[in-house]
């Protein structure tokens, strides 16, 4: 059992590049979430995805865009990358009636020059 | 839209000693209130979380006393070790329960 996996773990772009970071997760949970983690602000939910088919924004979703593949992948896709979205992005998912247990990946540490 | 705010954002304490974070929330689904625990290079973890119709939980040496009329919910380590130095967050339910609001995290150390 992996948990939630997550795609890559350290990343550097340019300003104006574009990627996408994987998460996947083998727990069979419905929902799953994107956040970004910076020095001072905690964690801060960018989407989520209650359900297999449906994203919803989170409190700081320009950006971004994210696809949920299947039930188990959910992606986050920068298209146009500024060093203002240099930060640490987890992935996390969840059971969708317990919410405040959140399974979260190890991370993917994003630098934008 | 939701607010949690977390306080101290450091905490030093000596081992042995007991450990007080504080959070205060604005709105509020009817869900769990958790604390998580998140080492150096890891993805957070739950710690511990609380029912809001429920007063204080205890696990182990790790408490949360929740204060449903002031809004505010508290985590208390007791007997601190060097191992529990990390950083802890609180979060709050949010919308329909179907997401967390996060505090903005509290760095704990508990020296020798």
């Known amino acids: 059992n992996a948990g939630v996996t997550q795609t890559p773990k350290f990343q550097v772009l340019k300003t104006g590049q574009s990627m996408t970071l994987q998460c996947a997760q083998d727990?069979?949970?419905?929902?799953m979430y994107w956040y970004r983690q910076d020095p001072g602000m905690g964690l801060r939910l960018i989407y989520y995805?209650?359900?297999?088919?449906?994203?919803d924004k989170g409190e700081v979703p320009n950006g971004y865009n994210v696809s949920r593949l299947n039930k188990r992948e959910f992606s986050l896709r920068l298209e146009s990358a500024a060093p203002s979205q240099t930060s640490v992005y987890f992935c996390?998912?969840?059971?969708?009636?317990?919410?405040?247990?959140?399974?979260f990946g190890p991370g993917t540490r994003l630098t934008v020059t | 839209q939701q607010q949690v705010k977390q306080s101290p954002q450091s905490l030093i304490v000596q081992k042995g000693g007991i450990s007080i974070i504080n959070c205060a929330y604005e709105?509020?689904?009817?869900?769990?209130f958790p604390w998580y625990q998140q080492f150096p290079g890891k993805g957070p973890a739950l710690l511990i979380a609380?029912?809001?119709?429920?007063s204080e939980k205890k696990e182990g040496r790790f408490t949360i006393s929740f204060n449903k009329s002031a809004k505010q919910f508290s985590l208390h380590i007791m007997d601190s070790q060097p191992g529990d130095s990390a950083t802890y967050f609180c979060a709050a339910p949010t919308g329909t329960a179907s997401k967390l609001t996060f505090g903005t995290g509290t760095r704990l150390q508990v020296t020798l």
């Open positions: 727990m069979n949970h419905n929902s």
């Open positions: 996390a998912s969840s059971e969708i009636s317990r919410t405040y247990e959140q399974y």
């Open positions: 609380i029912r809001p119709d429920v």
């Open positions: 995805s209650a359900s297999e088919g449906t994203t």
């Open positions: 709105n509020t689904a009817f869900d769990y």
